[in-house]
């Protein structure tokens, strides 16, 4: 397994930006396929973005597709999530979660490793 910690939350107006940080510690950063899920008030938590372990690959969620950028610095053991132009629906605890496995997957179920979580809340 890894230790994730997430950063970077916070209050942020309907249309600004946004960007979450991950840090890993633990195993090699770079052995994992890193996702980025998030989880509103009432709701269950669903897929947000996963890039894949090289960073070659990424994935995206159709209602964050455009606006939302995920990447990761291998040299750093750190994901990012960039997000802008927010919608009051974006308002959510996001996590970072770790995948060893060989394909790149949305499932929450399959993620070997979670952070705490970081709330997001976008004011209209």
């Known amino acids: 397994q890894v230790q994730l910690v997430e950063s970077g939350g916070g209050v942020v107006q309907a249309g600004g930006s946004l960007r979450l940080s991950c840090a890993a510690s633990?195993?090699?950063?770079?052995?994992?396929?890193m996702g980025w899920f998030r989880q509103a008030l009432g709701k269950e938590r669903e897929f947000v973005a996963v890039?894949?372990?090289?960073?070659?690959?990424?994935f995206y969620a159709d209602d964050v597709k455009g606006r939302f950028t995920i990447s990761r610095d291998n040299a750093k053991n750190t994901v990012y999530l960039q997000m802008n132009s927010v919608k009051p629906e974006d308002t959510a605890v996001y996590y970072c979660a770790a995948d060893s496995g060989w394909l790149i997957r949305r499932d929450a179920q399959v993620y070997d490793s979670w952070g705490q979580g970081t709330q997001v809340t976008v004011s209209s």
């Open positions: 633990g195993r090699t950063f770079s052995s994992f396929h």
């Open positions: 890039i894949e372990k090289n960073g070659d690959s990424t």
